[in-house]
């Protein structure tokens, strides 16, 4: 977990249950609006699978998933 996302974790745990429940909303709708349907890479998968592409290697479902 970045240090970015460990801070703002701080952050929404200074409100109150209902902020938070907001701002949890806020965030899904922002993920939703960038990628609908969830097909987009994290930064681990992509480095991945890059490497695997770049090493004429195979990388399994589990090992992107793990990440997840």
Do not use: G, R
């Amino acid at each position: 977990m970045s240090e970015q996302i460990t801070k703002t974790l701080e952050l929404l745990e200074m409100l109150p249950e209902a902020d938070q429940l907001f701002a949890y909303e806020f965030v899904k709708k922002l993920v939703l609006a960038l990628d609908p349907d969830y097909t987009k890479l994290t930064a681990a998968e992509k480095t991945a699978l890059e490497n695997a592409l770049n090493y004429n290697s195979s990388i399994t479902h589990e090992e992107l998933m793990k990440e997840l």
